[in-house]
């Protein structure tokens, strides 16, 4: 780690990086969790392969896909179904699906499948063993599966720009692990290496899902029409990604796990720490960045959302990026600091928006110098949980003046700074996310509320004599939860979110884009203020190609020839 010894510039603040508008314009990067597992996969000559595949012409039935690493095997197993349109939705009570999925650890003999065949496609009302580590159900696109049957039957290959519209075949809507309704827990497969970085199960899960919804869809036009029909190009299928739609079940995960999420922002932010640093460029790595910034734009033309709020983002992102096209036609790379003069200068010339996309692109141009940050973005969060019964009473009270500045000086009174509550449904034990004036909902309320609870704990400090945490938590137990945030919060600067997590004005999606994003989601499309629709793995390689330049250069599009005016 020579090469970072004189890092002179430091990462970024947590009060300039854990703001909820920032976090909500995050962008997939190469520390993202399915750029590690293919990465991986690549590294360690993975084979993955379909052992079954028994469906019929309507779609229906059983096929299995099965990945090998060094150590160990995981099979996906996929139930198809002949779901009526009127079943299809995408709202978590949904009882049907088109697909359904679980990962299983090793191969599934006759009896193991038999045994899924009877729990797995009623998802929740089934019943998971300890064999099965992951589980996972997925809808098609109305708007394209039917096109993309019928040109193949044809033999011919679907239209490019509504593959473009849409991006994908199939969208999941649920991918549960880490002990959900009986699956594994994370702590039987951490110690495995290539389980060791979070969600390397699911995004295993979902990249085998587009592998056998390509494959599906290619098997029903054959059956369609045999004499005729054709597989997709190549390049084409590549452009099918796995959609996704995720609602509010996403938003408290990061607040109920302060230690992991600082684990996620600390090695970004240090990585782009590290390229700040680098006091001297190249003319190759300038115009490598000069390339990466033409595919975002294609990316960024290539997105569509309706929603009211994040369309003039995209708008804006456009724009961002075709100024720093112009910017960058006439950097030089022999000026001193040449990325930390580019970042001050995206700092006051872009937006948010831009700004976060520029630092995704700025990662791409050092691979040594961020993908063994990889390594730290997993944690033990039972090394955090200890609270520190020593430390005297002004210390704590200093953290709570520090961390949670804003919400000491937040009038607690005021409806509109608590006027979301956080709760869990009874049919589906999902987040759900309600109007505190509004609903009769206080006897349900989830301890979501860091700010309000950070003020509630300052304001009984007030009023207790000098002394230490013990001692005051001896006599108010009800801060435990508040005492310990704060004191990760003190060795974890990106612990938490810097925002009020009640406000009237608090946008939830904000909180699932950053997930996603470290997921390496693309084309975040919101539905609303509390539900998203995304993409992933769009571009990337199948399990023939890892060996190729594209296992780890798929998260843009394809570089395009410039045309000459």
């Not at 010894?5 to 947590?14: G, W």
């Not at 473009?164 to 880490?178: D, I, K, P």
């Not at 953290?399 to 509109?416: F, N």
């Not at 400090?461 to 004191?487: C, E, K």
């Amino acid at each position: 780690m020579s090469e970072f010894c004189d890092q002179q510039i430091a990462p970024r603040p947590p009060d300039v990086v854990m703001r909820l508008e920032r976090l909500g314009a995050a962008h997939a990067t190469r520390l993202s969790f399915m750029r590690q597992l293919l990465r991986r996969m690549r590294a360690e000559n993975w084979s993955v392969s379909c052992t079954g595949f028994d469906i019929d012409a309507r779609g229906v039935g059983t096929a299995t896909y099965t990945g090998r690493g060094p150590d160990h095997a995981y099979t996906l197993v996929a139930f198809a179904h002949d779901l009526p349109p009127e079943q299809r939705t995408d709202r978590v009570i949904a009882t049907a699906w088109d697909a359904t999925f679980t990962l299983f650890d090793g191969v599934p003999d006759a009896d193991d499948l038999t045994r899924l065949r009877a729990n797995v496609p009623g998802q929740e009302a089934g019943r998971l063993s300890g064999r099965e580590l992951t589980l996972a159900r997925a809808n098609r696109s109305t708007r394209l599966w039917d096109h993309v049957v019928d040109a193949l039957a044809r033999g011919q290959q679907p239209d490019p720009g509504r593959v473009a519209e849409v991006g994908y075949l199939m969208r999941t809507t649920a991918v549960y692990g880490s002990g959900k309704f009986g699956a594994a827990d994370r702590m039987l497969t951490c110690a495995r290496p290539e389980c060791a970085a979070p969600f390397q199960l699911e995004m295993l899960t979902v990249y085998l899902i587009r592998c056998f919804v390509l494959d599906l869809v290619e098997h029903m036009a054959r059956m369609q029409a045999p004499r005729t029909a054709v597989p997709l190009a190549p390049t084409l299928r590549r452009r099918f990604g796995i959609g996704n739609s995720t609602g509010l079940g996403m938003a408290p995960f990061l607040v109920n796990h302060p230690a992991l999420l600082h684990r996620w922002i600390a090695a970004r932010e240090q990585a782009l720490a590290r390229i700040r640093s680098q006091p001297q460029g190249s003319e190759d790595r300038l115009q490598t960045l000069r390339t990466l910034v033409h595919r975002a734009a294609r990316l960024a033309a290539d997105w569509r959302t309706g929603h009211p709020l994040q369309a003039p983002r995209v708008v804006g992102l456009r724009a961002d990026l075709s100024l720093l096209e112009s910017h960058l036609s006439g950097l030089s790379p022999h000026i001193r600091d040449p990325w930390n003069t580019l970042w001050l200068w995206a700092e006051d010339h872009l937006s948010v928006e831009g700004q976060e996309q520029l630092l995704a692109l700025l990662l791409e141009l050092y691979p040594d110098f961020v993908d063994d940050l990889a390594g730290d973005m997993a944690v033990d969060e039972r090394d955090s949980f200890t609270i520190d019964g020593a430390m005297p009473l002004h210390d704590l009270r200093a953290i709570l003046q520090d961390v949670y500045a804003a919400a000491l000086d937040t009038d607690w009174d005021a409806c509109a700074a608590q006027a979301r509550i956080w709760y869990v449904s009874e049919a589906k034990l999902e987040p759900r996310l309600g109007e505190r004036f509004e609903e009769d909902l206080d006897r349900y309320e989830q301890p979501l509320d860091t700010h309000r609870a950070a003020a509630a704990l300052h304001a009984a400090l007030d009023g207790h004599p000098p002394g230490t945490v013990a001692d005051f938590l001896l006599r108010h137990p009800d801060h435990r939860h508040t005492v310990r945030r704060a004191q990760i919060a003190a060795h974890l600067p990106y612990s938490e979110i810097r925002d009020n997590t009640l406000a009237a004005d608090m946008r939830p999606i904000d909180m699932l884009r950053l997930k996603l994003s470290f997921f390496g989601a693309a084309h975040f499309d919101p539905r609303s203020d509390r539900w998203v629709r995304i993409n992933m793995y769009q571009n990337a390689p199948f399990p023939g190609e890892l060996q190729t330049d594209l296992a780890d250069d798929w998260t843009l599009p394809p570089a395009l020839p410039r045309i000459p005016a």
